[in-house]
């Protein structure tokens, strides 16, 4: 709760300086524009994950909850250790095609790799490779732009999101995440000076499904769903 408190407070001051900047005059995007954004780099999130799966006749099902705030540093750790993928900061790129209508979406990819080596009183003791992750993400999404200004307009946003990761230690127990979530993003584009300006509002991640399987384990059903306020920048030809 503290960390939503002080999310809404953050967003508040920015919106307030944003409104104070464009005295002198900005504008919003418009038909052929090609909007290229920072987005996610401030958030105060709410998350809800659900896993569900069956063995020998046994259901089990968990449900983990929590509030997450950042401000640039776009941490994607949870509570327990985790990671809510919609925390991090992402590229975006939309195309006008009239003033009212744009299309676009996000596209990331991460993988990393390496070794963990341990002496005790000058004798190995740990000499071995860490399992290679790696993942990527789709977010295609349409737009609508409805201007309230000269430097103020509406930009409500939706699309859908699938996100996939893999596991690959040094041996056997190999697993893939995959989640898919409905997007909505009711924003608001704040032109501080020509073809440059915030994009602020609120964002809604539903999930809509996805599935944990690892080797000689049962598939594991999973939902993420994030919800809250979020902030970035964005230029725009």
Avoid: C
């Avoid at 038909?31 to 290229?36: D, G, P, T």
């Avoid at 950042?70 to 009239?98: E, K």
């Avoid at 596209?107 to 070794?115: C, E, K, Q, R, T």
């Avoid at 080596?117 to 000499?127: E, L």
């Amino acid at each position: 709760m503290k960390n939503m408190l002080a999310g809404v407070a953050s967003l508040g001051a920015a919106m307030l300086l944003s409104s104070a900047a464009m005295a002198e005059g900005g504008g919003v995007p418009a038909e052929r524009s090609f909007v290229l954004s920072a987005d996610r780099m401030f958030g105060v999130y709410g998350y809800k994950g659900t896993s569900e799966f069956s063995e020998r006749g046994v259901k089990v099902e968990a449900e983990q909850t929590g509030t997450q705030f950042s401000l640039l540093w776009g941490a994607a750790t949870t509570g327990d250790g985790g990671a809510n993928p919609d925390a991090i900061p992402r590229v975006s790129a939309d195309y006008f095609l009239s003033d009212l209508i744009s299309l676009g979406g996000s596209l990331g990819y991460y993988s990393s790799s390496g070794d963990l080596k341990a002496k005790a009183n000058g004798t190995s003791i740990t000499d071995e490779s860490l399992p290679d992750v790696s993942g990527y993400a789709i977010a295609p999404r349409v737009g609508f732009m409805f201007p309230l200004s000269d430097s103020i307009g509406f930009w409500g946003r939706a699309g859908l999101t699938y996100y996939h990761q893999t596991v690959d230690p040094d041996g056997p127990g190999e697993s893939n995440d995959s989640i898919e979530q409905l997007n909505l993003e009711p924003m608001f584009f704040f032109g501080l000076v020509d073809h440059f300006g915030i994009v602020a509002g609120g964002v809604l991640d539903l999930g809509l499904g996805g599935t944990h399987e690892e080797t000689n384990q049962p598939d594991v059903d999973i939902k993420w769903t994030n919800y809250g306020i979020t902030a970035g920048l964005a230029g725009y030809l």
